[in-house]
């Protein structure tokens, strides 16, 4: 029932993008589940958190050079 928040920094040029996942699978946004990027990186935020959303959560960034 709690918040959980996890963050993710990430630089490159040019700026990577990035993906959350849990699992191997991409995290999909809900009302419970928020991903904001910012100039910095990434947070993915999970409000009222449940056994269901345990896992192994990644945070991946890519760019066109990798």
């Given at each position: 029932?709690?918040?959980?928040a996890?963050?993710?920094r990430?630089?490159?040029?040019?700026?990577?993008?990035?993906?959350?996942?849990?699992?191997g699978?991409?995290?999909?946004?809900?009302?419970?589940?928020?991903?904001?990027?910012?100039?910095?990186?990434?947070?993915?935020?999970?409000?009222?958190?449940?056994?269901?959303?345990?896992?192994?959560?990644?945070?991946?960034?890519?760019?066109?050079?990798?």
């Amino acid at each position: 029932g709690e918040v959980v928040a996890f963050r993710c920094r990430a630089y490159g040029v040019p700026k990577p993008r990035i993906k959350w996942r849990k699992d191997g699978v991409t995290v999909t946004q809900s009302h419970r589940v928020r991903v904001r990027h910012t100039a910095l990186g990434s947070r993915l935020r999970i409000r009222n958190a449940q056994l269901r959303d345990a896992g192994h959560y990644q945070c991946l960034a890519k760019n066109s050079h990798g």
